[in-house]
């Protein structure tokens, strides 16, 4: 199998004893292509050095995590902005709102977000979108930046049908992660119903691991079981999947 992980962080400090190993592991497993949203400025050197050390596998994204929006977010920001200007990035990301913990930064979020939404159209890259506990907001940002320069996915899709469709309407991409594998999930229903062309596969390792390793540290290696499940769902054949996420996977990012 080829296949790509359109969201993994194998940059993070769970990755710090063996995170050459963990890419190995994933080549081997035909995990060709794995793509690196960055958090803040923090991640800045883990995401490069990786993706200097292995330049045909790992593909780095530059942006400000809403949850790294904080009292110098403005300072993140030019961060975000010197890079994209500077190097090549495949994607802006991890970008978006997430209101689960607190709403006390949703005004700086909502600017951050918007501003670099506005930065992926200026460099015509496709965007990687958090959103918790904020569909409705983080999609009317989304429709007032749209324009045919905007593109990307919706990270880590948890909503209803109704939600999937919203995404599609705007031309986004739905990316579906291990979630969907997790017995009685309703991802799975929804899954069913999705065109297969308007999805891509993610594991957003180390995060939300995939049965039947759910509970253990996610890598990307996982995200053959991902591909397996979505095929299940579709009674497609996986290269299928496969050959499908991938073409989505190449349409919204400079891979």
Same mark, same amino acid.
């Not at 890079?83 to 930064?105: K, M, P, Q, R, S």
């Not at 930046?145 to 905007?150: A, F, G, K, R, V």
């Not at 594991?203 to 053959?224: C, E, H, M, W």
């Given at each position: 199998? *080829?296949l790509?992980?359109t969201?993994?962080?194998?940059?993070v400090?769970?990755?710090d #004893? @063996?995170r050459?190993?963990?890419v190995?592991? !994933?080549? @081997?497993a035909?995990?060709?292509?794995? +793509?690196l949203p960055?958090?803040?400025?923090?991640?800045?050197? !883990?995401l490069?050095?990786?993706?200097?050390?292995?330049?045909?596998?790992?593909?780095?994204?530059?942006?400000?995590?809403?949850?790294?929006v904080k009292?110098?977010?403005?300072?993140?920001?030019?961060?975000v902005?010197?890079?994209l !200007? +500077?190097?090549?990035?495949?994607?802006v990301g991890?970008?978006g709102?997430?209101l689960?913990?607190?709403e006390? *930064?949703r005004?700086q979020?909502t600017d951050?977000?918007?501003?670099?939404?506005?930065?992926?159209?200026?460099?015509?890259?496709?965007?990687?979108?958090?959103?918790?506990?904020?569909?409705?907001? #983080?999609?009317?940002?989304?429709?007032?930046?749209?324009?045919?320069?905007l593109?990307?996915?919706?990270?880590?899709?948890t909503?209803?049908l109704?939600? !999937?469709?919203?995404?599609?309407?705007?031309g986004?991409k739905?990316?579906i992660?291990?979630?969907v594998?997790?017995k009685n999930?309703?991802?799975?229903e929804v899954?069913?119903?999705?065109?297969?062309?308007?999805?891509? +596969?993610?594991?957003?390792?180390?995060? +939300?691991t995939?049965?039947? *390793?759910r509970?253990?540290?996610?890598?990307?290696?996982?995200?053959?079981?991902i591909?397996?499940?979505v095929?299940?769902?579709?009674?497609?054949?996986v290269?299928?999947v496969?050959e499908l996420?991938?073409?989505s996977?190449?349409?919204?990012?400079?891979?």
């Amino acid at each position: 199998m *080829f296949l790509t992980d359109t969201h993994t962080h194998l940059y993070v400090e769970e990755f710090d #004893t @063996d995170r050459y190993q963990v890419v190995k592991n !994933a080549i @081997d497993a035909g995990v060709k292509r794995m +793509l690196l949203p960055n958090i803040d400025s923090s991640t800045l050197k !883990a995401l490069n050095d990786i993706s200097t050390t292995f330049p045909n596998n790992c593909f780095p994204m530059m942006g400000l995590h809403p949850t790294s929006v904080k009292p110098d977010y403005e300072k993140e920001l030019a961060v975000v902005e010197e890079e994209l !200007a +500077l190097h090549n990035y495949c994607g802006v990301g991890e970008i978006g709102i997430d209101l689960y913990w607190d709403e006390t *930064f949703r005004e700086q979020q909502t600017d951050a977000f918007r501003r670099q939404l506005q930065w992926a159209k200026k460099y015509c890259l496709g965007v990687s979108i958090h959103t918790r506990n904020a569909f409705e907001l #983080t999609y009317q940002i989304v429709t007032e930046e749209l324009t045919e320069d905007l593109k990307g996915v919706f990270h880590c899709f948890t909503g209803s049908l109704a939600d !999937a469709k919203k995404v599609m309407d705007v031309g986004f991409k739905i990316g579906i992660g291990g979630i969907v594998t997790f017995k009685n999930s309703a991802l799975a229903e929804v899954v069913k119903q999705l065109p297969l062309d308007w999805i891509v +596969l993610e594991t957003d390792a180390p995060y +939300l691991t995939p049965v039947p *390793f759910r509970g253990k540290r996610n890598q990307s290696a996982y995200i053959k079981y991902i591909a397996e499940k979505v095929a299940a769902i579709k009674k497609r054949r996986v290269d299928e999947v496969t050959e499908l996420t991938n073409k989505s996977a190449e349409e919204v990012f400079s891979i």
